[in-house]
């Protein structure tokens, strides 16, 4: 009985070492996962700082405004009288064939709405 009860506990103890050891080599993974998912989220978060400097640099007034006298020298700024107030658009009652057919047009499908 107590032979048993070595063979049992040695037996026990190599299926727990070879757990943990399994355990480590999981963590261990999710670890390398993890740092390669920040690694990521940082050339990202880089590429986005990149845009937005562009986007701030493309959109500055004093440039626009040497682009629109360059190619747009007839544009003058809008009038008060040329606005008006929004009035709301009533909503378009459509049929089930024509949501799909433009849905299907949308999604470059053929649809009806394909044709010229």
């Known amino acids: 009985m107590n032979s ?11 299926l727990a070492m070879a757990g943990l050891y399994t355990l480590k080599l999981n963590v261990k993974d999710m670890q390398d996962q993890i740092a390669d998912l920040d690694s990521r989220i940082a050339q990202r978060q880089e590429s986005l700082h990149v845009l937005k400097a562009e986007m701030a640099y493309l959109t500055r ?10 190619y747009f020298p007839d544009m003058k700024p809008v009038a008060g009288q040329q606005m008006t107030a929004w009035l709301p658009v009533p909503p378009q009652q459509r049929s089930a064939p024509t949501l799909l057919a433009s849905r ?13």
């Open 4 to 14: 048993w009860m070595r063979v049992f506990s040695w037996g026990f103890l190599m």
């Open 61 to 70: 007034p004093e440039r626009l405004s040497t682009l629109q006298k360059l």
């Open 104 to 116: 299907d047009s949308f999604h470059g499908r053929g649809g009806m709405g394909d044709m010229p």
